[in-house]
């Protein structure tokens, strides 16, 4: 097992890129699967779960090749395609069950294991497959997988989510644009990886109103093209380095990325204090000084992301004074609050609210990475822990975080990855 070992004390400086959303490109190469052919994906990021999906994608029988250097990954979809996705990696990622919708509507039947993934609270599929039935899919539950299946194609309908779900739009957004007629998909979630989803599909030549707004309108097409596509800005990395930066009383300028994807988190960034300025590329994010605290309240975008919601507690942690964050989207996001409190932290926590009390220094220990978004809000605690900190589990921040320690020690940051024995 794999631990990354953060000394504290380190003022982050300098300047990153930022790659392609992890949450956004899952998706697109699960879309390849609409098109037979050559796809080409470029700013893709060099993460395991990219990895993860590629291999998902050639056990369909698609021929997948990633360039790290140029961060360009190419699928090669066949005319016959398989149906199945397996449990070793359905488990290792739940964004494995993207394939569903693009299967469905492309093969007519789908069996995908029943995920497993982040550890972060229930996170069921009833829209996912509520939605697909009300298209004509027939679903079935046998030895671990969900079988779904529509042998005559499937049907435009009116669909309403009970959530702005990010899963359940995409899957019945991809396999709504190959279906016979009109799908209505009202109270959409509307991520920017979601219009990202939408701009590459209508490149491929799929008919979608709406897009960016709640409610998609998409009129099924016979069949769709290949295309070449750039993978949106991650900001959720973004976010991530805007917060190492007032965190550490540093300076972080980061390119590829839009501060529209980001508002409200940075205009808590800079209530908390810190200076944000846009530039031609990206944004900058300076602070001097000690945070100040900041109430956060999660939500389905433009709402405070969830993805973030942990390195936000580790800024309150260390802030001038108390603040409460409310997670709205995955309840045992908070698993990672008795872990901060092994470092120092003044956290407590009741049903879906942390009230956080700011100290002045937290102090390095060993603590564990449940996520990969609590692994990176650790990190950030440790960056300004006294001593040394161990994360251990760190290949849950390898899921959503490319060159991690080189760019954090190209900042200045202390850290180093270290093999640990496993446990038990
Ligand atoms: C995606 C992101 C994740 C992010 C989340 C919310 C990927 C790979 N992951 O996850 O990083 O934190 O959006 O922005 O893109 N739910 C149901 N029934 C369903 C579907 C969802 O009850 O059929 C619930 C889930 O249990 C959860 C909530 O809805 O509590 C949000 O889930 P959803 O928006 O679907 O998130 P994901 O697509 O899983």
New binding site residues.
Partial sequence: MQAFVVTGGTRLEGRVTVPGA???V??LMAASLLAVGRTRLTHVPDIL?VSIMAELLRRLGCIVEYDAVASVLVVDVPEELGHQADYDLVRR???S??VLGPLVSRVGLADVALPGG?A???????????GLTRMGAEFTSEHGFLTASAPGGLTGAQIW??????????NILMAAVLAKGRTVIDNA?R?P?IVDLCEMLQQMGAGIEGVGSSTLAIEGVEQLAPVEHATVPDR?VAGTWATMAAITGGDITVDYAHTKHLEIALDKLVTAGAMIEATATGFRTSMQGRPRAVDVVTL??PGF???LQPQFIALNSVAEGVSMVTEN???ARFRFVQELTRLGADVHTDGHHAFIKGRRRLSGAPVEATD??AGVGLVLAGLVAEGQTTVIDVHHIDR?YADFTELLTSLGGEIERVDVPSRG
Avoid at 120 to 130: A, N, Q
């Fill in positions: 992890k949450n956004s899952l998706k779960d990622m739940r964004a069950i993207a982040d972060i609270g229930s996170r069921g599929l009833d829209m996912h497959v509520g989510l009970d959530f702005p779900s990010v899963g359940a739009t995409e979630a991520e990886e959720i389905p975008y992301p969830t993805d989207l995955f309840e990969v978004r959503g």
